[in-house]
């Protein structure tokens, strides 16, 4: 395996990671956001009134997008196990 073909296995786990974190990140930015709005609104100042919801949000994300993300895994797998003669050179 030379370095180019390192480094474009390198590259492709990192943007593999990226996208699969993506849409959880977005959940707990959005999530975020609109509870600290509403402590600012309503003067609340509970530690855990902010911690909850992001909690159940980043929960039920991952439900619902478990299998998109699997899937990613998968085909990512798939194909980096399907290169492998590529990379015992």
Known sequence: MNSALAIEVFRQALWTTFWLSLPL????LVVGVVVSLLQVVTS????SFG???RLAAFLFGLLFLL???TAKL???TTALF???SRYAR
């Open 74 to 76: 998968v085909s990512y």
């Open 82 to 84: 399907g290169d492998f």
């Open 67 to 69: 299998p998109w993300m």
């Open 25 to 28: 990140l977005s959940i707990g």
């Open 51 to 53: 911690a909850v919801p």
């Open 44 to 47: 609340i100042q509970d530690s």
